[in-house]
């Protein structure tokens, strides 16, 4: 079945339908049809399709709350204490969950503690 036929089931007369056809080869080549719009027209358009949108807020000052690693937190107290017991006294948690700084013979040293994933 063609496209004649399926137009004039449409409800278009075949004199109605054979000027569709025409019109949209008319159009596929690029030709300018009197149903166009004009350039304002064009313009109006654009500002009626265009939708206003909220901007997007991004809250960057709230931190995520970590929650307490007590194992590490043992880790780091044994550490100490092992320290401790070797004679070392200047000793400096930084982080409770992660560094401790020492001085052992006139050397800075600090121990990092890490729990890499899986």
Do not use: H
């Amino acid at each position: 079945m063609g496209q004649l036929e399926n137009l004039m089931k449409l409800g278009l007369t075949e004199t109605e339908a054979k000027q569709v056809l025409e019109d949209d080869k008319k159009i596929d080549r690029g030709e300018k049809m009197p149903f166009d719009l004009s350039a304002d027209k064009v313009k109006e358009t654009r500002k009626y399709r265009q939708t206003d949108r909220a901007p997007t807020v991004y809250n960057w000052q709230n931190k995520r709350e970590r929650k307490p690693n007590d194992e590490k937190r043992l880790l780091i107290d044994v550490i100490r204490y092992c320290l401790e017991d070797s004679g070392v006294n200047e000793i400096e948690i930084t982080n409770a969950e992660r560094q401790i700084d020492f001085i052992f013979n006139d050397t800075r040293y600090r121990i990092v503690l890490s729990a890499p994933r899986k």
